[in-house]
């Protein structure tokens, strides 16, 4: 069993930035490929990036490619969302999600794909 642990939203304006973090217990982090999703309200959960166990490839929405960048220390059992030039489009609950991977260069995007999943951070962007 899997703990994820998110922290590091809050309130910011347009044009700020925030970082994510996603803290996981267990043993096995270094064999997970991760990803970050959001839900606003009254929408669907989305996927937002996605990082390989190896931490070689990621891979972006493209609302957010250019301005997002998530990254993972496998050291720390943590992967981080660095998020930039935050529009309020990009308010909503943020969500870390893992799961086992059998290729250090495998991502996914699809919610389905996650067996684990954190309780969610909430970002809001103001204008």
């Known amino acids: 069993q899997v703990q994820l642990i998110e922290s590091g939203g809050g309130l910011v304006q347009a044009g700020g930035s925030l970082r994510l973090s996603c803290a996981a217990s267990?043993?096995?982090?270094?064999?997970?490929?991760m990803g970050w999703f959001r839900q606003a309200p009254g929408k669907e959960r989305e996927f937002v990036a996605a990082?390989?166990?190896?931490?070689?490839?990621?891979y972006y929405a493209e609302s957010v490619k250019g301005r997002f960048t998530i990254s993972r220390d496998n050291a720390k059992n943590t992967v981080y969302l660095q998020m930039n030039s935050l529009k309020p489009e990009d308010t909503a609950v943020y969500y870390c999600?893992?799961?086992?991977?059998?290729?250090?260069?495998?991502?996914?995007?699809?919610?389905?794909?996650?067996?684990?999943w954190g309780q969610g951070t909430q970002v809001t962007v103001s204008s």
């Open positions: 990082v390989s166990y190896s931490g070689g490839n990621t």
């Open positions: 267990g043993r096995t982090f270094s064999s997970y490929a």
């Open positions: 999600a893992g799961r086992t991977a059998y290729s250090g260069s495998l991502f996914y995007t699809g919610v389905g794909s996650y067996a684990y």
